[in-house]
């Protein structure tokens, strides 16, 4: 891979990455709708779809359930038979049932299409991340990734205003009886026009990764979408290339293994070597990193993605228990989950729900948090090379665990936004350095497998935070937010283990 590290070097870092990273942002403004766009609709759909708490925590996690069931077994998949099919496949697949959930008439369909699109997410996000990496050469690796990994917070700024634009709106349209669509509905038909783009950006202008032609021989290939990389980011012709006879020397022998491999036949031959290559990161030391980063990512998950997706659900609550008067974020909690109970007890069959649906505050705030998320990529970006990332990963963990006790006591509206933002903001850099650690420490060879693994962990911490959130909620406000402070006081405690550095 040494040969591959100074070809990318020499084609430097130009228009062809520029235009990688543009179309990567399209697929994780996507990627981050599966779960943020439920975020969004709750408070809008509750009484067209009958929701409980509870209901709206599996609604929030569901989509989680779907990644665990793919995200594995499409990261071996990735690593045998390529990058890009996945990408696009997965984006394709993301967009049909994002149309179909847009379509639903009850909660049962609504959580069906969302499970799917949780599987198909999972099917290009670990390939995706992994194409853009390998595209970089050692030196602007990590500065590309974290650049990458702060799309989230863009997305997420981007989702919040495109929710105020729509779901403010109040929109009906019946269509003789069959299909009555509200404001929620149009808002999922116009956001999943961020999937098909990305599938259709990704197929037109971005080639399989060249490190992944290698590992499976493909030199001559590998060989021409470098060159193509190199004109593109210098501007130079391609007899400029400095490396015009890479690989030619092993291209005789490839083409004896063609035939061979032309007998076994793709399927079962690539099953076979993705086992074999496979093998090393079940064994020291690579499982033990496997083991912490994966605990690690269960604990980061869950803690980031309950005060995501529960942001707007919280706020809206905010706006409407607010009293104008000194009370914190909790007893306005418990005001709420009290008043839920006596409306559980006192109903009856005559009842109509009324809609509380989020304000203009909720939004706006929303806008406020994904802006400060993007601050700590910028500072990270500049640092994290100089100062590592074992030492980043433990001071994030100390501040997020300072910041997730405080939320509870926050009394005024600008306090609950304020913790809110810096606790996301942070446990963004968490998630961040942790996978790229992940790229660091393991070969390309088993790259997305263990980047697949480790997310595998985070959706199971997601999946269980989200649904245990309300139930815990039910209980005091404080118990969440206590049981949150815990699981990032672990994530601290762990980073300590980690190495710092590859060996």
């Known amino acids: 891979m040494q040969e591959i590290n100074e070809a990318y070097i020499a084609c430097g870092f130009g228009w062809f990455h520029i235009r990688l990273l543009a179309i990567s942002f399209v697929g994780f403004v996507a990627g981050v709708l599966v779960s943020n766009s439920t975020a969004y609709l709750l408070p809008s759909a509750e ?10 925590g ?11 069931l793919s995200t594995v077994i499409a990261g071996f998949l990735t690593d045998t038979f390529g990058r890009k099919t996945f990408v696009t496949l997965g984006f394709g697949g993301m967009f049909i049932f994002m149309f179909i959930s ?17 599987i198909l997410f999972a099917t290009s996000f670990s390939a995706a991340v992994t194409l853009t990496t390998e595209y970089c050469h050692n030196r602007i690796r990590d500065q590309v990734f974290l650049c990458q990994s702060s799309f989230a917070a863009i ?4 989702i919040a205003a495109m929710s105020f634009a729509i779901l403010m709106n109040d929109w009906k349209f019946n269509l003789g009886g069959f299909l009555e669509l509200n404001t929620w509905n149009f808002y999922l038909y116009l956001m999943s026009l961020w999937s098909v783009s990305a599938c259709l950006l990704y197929t037109i202008f971005i080639p399989e990764s060249p490190k992944y032609l290698i590992t499976q021989k493909k030199f001559n290939e590998a060989r021409n979408i470098l060159i193509k990389m190199y004109t593109m980011n210098t501007g130079k012709p391609e007899n400029t290339f400095p490396y015009p006879n890479l690989w030619k020397d092993k291209l005789p022998q490839q083409v004896e293994e063609a035939s061979k491999e032309n007998l076994c036949k793709a399927f079962k031959h690539q099953i076979v070597v993705g086992l074999r290559n496979v093998k090393p990161m079940f064994r020291r030391p690579l499982v033990l990193y496997l083991l912490m980063i994966s605990f690690s990512q269960f604990l980061i998950m869950g803690v980031y993605n309950v005060l995501r997706l529960w ?40 009842d109509v729900c009324v809609v509380t649906p989020s304000g203009a505050e909720t939004y706006i705030n929303s806008m406020i948090i994904g802006c400060v998320c993007l601050l700590p990529y910028f500072v990270s970006g500049v640092i994290v090379n100089r100062v590592g990332k074992k030492p980043l990963l433990i001071a994030a963990g100390v501040i997020t665990t300072a910041i997730t006790l405080s939320v ?63 139930v815990l909620l039910d209980m005091g406000c404080g118990v969440p937010f206590f049981t949150l402070t815990g ?12 190495p710092s550095a590859k060996k």
């Open 58 to 68: 599996l609604l929030n996690a569901i989509p989680y359930s779907g990644m665990l």
């Open 408 to 470: 509870q006591w926050a009394n005024s509206k600008a306090a609950i936004v304020s913790l809110f933002a810096i606790d996301t903001a942070v446990g963004q850099v968490l998630l961040s350095l942790n996978q790229a650690l992940t790229v660091e420490l393991f070969p390309t060879t088993t790259r997305t497998l263990a980047i697949s693994m480790i997310m595998v962990a985070g959706r199971i911490g997601t999946l269980t935070a989200n649904v245990a959130f309300p």
């Open 155 to 158: 997305a997420q700024i981007i």
């Open 47 to 56: 009484c067209d779809l009958n929701m409980s708490l509870v209901q709206k």
């Open 102 to 118: 847009a379509s639903s008439q009850t909660y049962e369909v609504l959580i069906t299409a969302k499970f799917f699109e949780g």
């Open 487 to 498: 699981m990032v006081m672990c994530v601290t405690a762990i980073s300590l283990f980690l």
């Open 311 to 350: 942001y707007p659900q919280l706020s809206t609550i905010v706006e409407h228990y607010s009293t104008g008067t000194n009370s914190n974020l909790c007893s306005m909690l418990d005001a709420y989950t009290a008043d839920l109970k006596t409306a559980v007890t006192n109903s009856s069959s005559s």
